[in-house]
C-alpha cells in the first residue's frame, strides 16, 4: 500500500464549476498535510496547509482533513483555465525526530472552457 | 517568485563527466532538501540537511553526492551518472525539519545524461 494515494485523473471539470480532489494516507502519525499545485514543467507550488481536522479556506481553495478516516481532500471552487494544472497531496510524519515529506502521484486538473 | 534559487535550470552531461547543482535560500531557513521528480511522477526525497549536517539519506546511490557548504547554500555534486538519472532535481527548505513546517521548492534543475 502507497503511504499517500490520489487518484491520478485527469479530473475533467467546466470552468466554474467546483473540482474536488482526495488523498488518502497510511500512517496514523502523520500530522501535517499539504496541497501543492504543479504546472507541466515547472516546480510544486504550495497553496494550502492543514494541520487540524476541518476545513479550512484560502480564497477558492478549501481544504479538508479528517485524521480518524485517514484522508484529506481539497476543494477548487468557481475553477478558471489556469487551475489546470497536476496537484500534489504531501503529507509529513513528524517520526524519529525528523520529518519527512511523502508525495502522493498527484491528480491532473483540466479545467475546460 | 520562489525565494529558492536554483543554478543550471538546465544540465546535459556524459556519463563520464562531473558536474554539480547548486542551490541557495535567503529565507533564513535551516533544513535543506534535494528532491528527484521523474515525468508524471511525486517528488522523491534523496537528502535532508538540518543546521547543515545530513540527517536523512534515502539511500541514494553514491553517484550522488550532497554539501551543504552553509546554512544558506546546498550542492548536488554528480559524477558518472546513468541515462535512467535523467530527471528534474527539485531543491526545498523549510524553517526546521522537526517541527510543523513546509517546505519550499525551487524551480528546479533539468538534468540529462547522455
Known amino acids: 500500500q502507497k503511504e499517500v494515494e490520489q487518484n491520478s485523473g485527469p479530473l475533467s471539470v467546466p470552468e466554474g464549476a467546483i473540482a474536488s480532489l482526495n488523498c488518502t494516507y497510511s500512517?496514523?502519525?502523520?500530522?501535517?498535510f499539504f496541497w501543492y499545485r504543479q504546472y507541466s514543467g515547472k516546480s510544486p507550488e504550495l497553496i494550502m496547509s492543514?494541520?487540524?481536522?476541518g476545513d479550512k479556506e484560502d480564497g477558492r481553495f478549501t481544504a479538508q482533513l479528517n485524521k480518524a478516516s485517514q484522508y484529506v481532500s481539497l476543494l477548487i471552487r468557481d475553477s478558471q483555465p489556469s487551475d489546470s494544472a497536476t496537484y500534489l497531496c504531501?503529507?509529513?510524519?513528524?517520526?524519529?525526530?525528523?520529518?519527512?515529506?511523502?508525495f502522493g502521484a498527484g491528480t491532473q486538473v483540466v479545467v475546460t472552457p | 517568485d520562489t525565494e529558492v534559487t536554483q543554478t543550471p535550470k538546465h544540465l546535459v552531461m556524459g556519463m563520464t563527466n562531473k558536474k554539480s547543482l547548486k542551490c541557495e535560500q535567503h529565507?533564513?531557513?535551516?533544513?535543506m532538501y534535494w528532491y528527484k521528480q521523474k515525468a508524471k511522477k511525486p517528488p522523491e526525497l534523496m537528502f535532508v540537511?538540518?543546521?547543515?549536517?545530513?540527517?536523512i539519506n534515502e539511500s541514494v546511490p553514491s553517484r550522488f553526492s550532497p554539501e551543504c557548504p552553509n546554512s544558506s547554500l546546498l550542492n548536488l555534486h554528480l559524477h558518472a551518472l546513468q541515462p535512467e538519472d535523467s530527471a528534474l532535481y527539485l531543491c526545498?527548505?523549510?524553517?526546521?525539519?522537526?517541527?510543523?513546517?513546509?517546505?519550499?521548492f525551487g524551480e528546479g534543475s533539468w538534468l540529462t545524461v547522455v
Open positions: 526545498a527548505s523549510s524553517q526546521e525539519v522537526s517541527q510543523v513546517d513546509t517546505i519550499y
Open positions: 500512517d496514523r502519525v502523520s500530522q501535517s
Open positions: 492543514i494541520y487540524s481536522n
Open positions: 504531501a503529507v509529513k510524519r513528524e517520526t524519529d525526530s525528523w520529518g519527512k515529506f511523502q
Open positions: 529565507m533564513g531557513h535551516r533544513a
Open positions: 540537511y538540518s543546521y547543515e549536517k545530513l540527517s
